[in-house]
């Protein structure tokens, strides 16, 4: 019978090694919700239609469905904001003073949607910018394409990160196994040498 105090333990090498995964673990959970933050975020972006002066009621209806029913529209994100609207809003921001100017309304009906989060590349917009711009309804179309390069740098720049640690976590989970496993040998060295002697493999 081997003595209590000759007796294996375990307990450290398994809070390690547990240690080690539930780190790797939480790093992939992370890497999972900033792919889900980063898809978010993008289809957050504002993407601007402006409407042709005096546009027709029943075009401009028309025109809110063909946007709704677009493969690059998110469902839901359509709006329409008239040009008083838009007046009142920017007057509220640079102040009242603007609204006692008599002058004609500046702005124009706008619509408002955002698009999938894979249709949000310089190409994709510049090419559903084109497609739109020939309707006769509408006068021009906007996005903040600086916001939109920068935002696929970080992405870009996020994942590389996020991949190089889980790439070190996992080497450090493979070196804390590797050498648990080798420290919990040697510290049983003479009872493996006994085992063998006696005909254990």
């Not at 980063?38 to 029943?58: H, M, N, S």
């Not at 020939?134 to 696929?152: F, G, H, K, M, P």
């Not at 889980?166 to 060295?189: E, G, S």
């Amino acid at each position: 019978m081997i003595p209590a105090k000759q007796k294996p333990r375990y307990l450290y090498t398994i809070v390690s090694v547990a240690a080690v995964l539930f780190l790797l673990g939480f790093l992939g959970l992370l890497l999972l919700q900033s792919r889900q933050l980063t898809r978010l975020l993008k289809e957050q972006v504002d993407i601007i239609v402006e409407l042709v002066p005096e546009v027709e009621e029943a075009d401009r209806k028309a025109l809110k469905v063909k946007l709704s029913q677009a493969g690059f529209t998110l469902p839901g994100s359509v709006s329409f904001t008239p040009k008083e609207v838009a007046l009142k809003e920017m007057s509220q921001e640079i102040g009242e003073d603007s609204l006692c100017l008599d002058m004609p309304n500046p702005l124009y009906d706008v619509f408002t949607f955002h698009v999938h989060a894979t249709y949000l590349h310089t190409d994709s917009l510049a090419a559903i910018r084109e497609v739109l711009v020939s309707d006769a309804s509408i006068q021009d179309v906007y996005y903040q394409e600086n916001l939109v390069e920068q935002l696929a740098a970080n992405t870009g720049t996020m994942s590389w990160v996020l991949l190089g640690m889980a790439f070190l976590f996992v080497l450090l989970a493979i070196t804390v196994i590797h050498n648990t496993i080798r420290l919990a040998m040697y510290a049983n060295r003479f009872l493996i040498k006994t085992q063998e002697l006696v005909g254990a493999s």
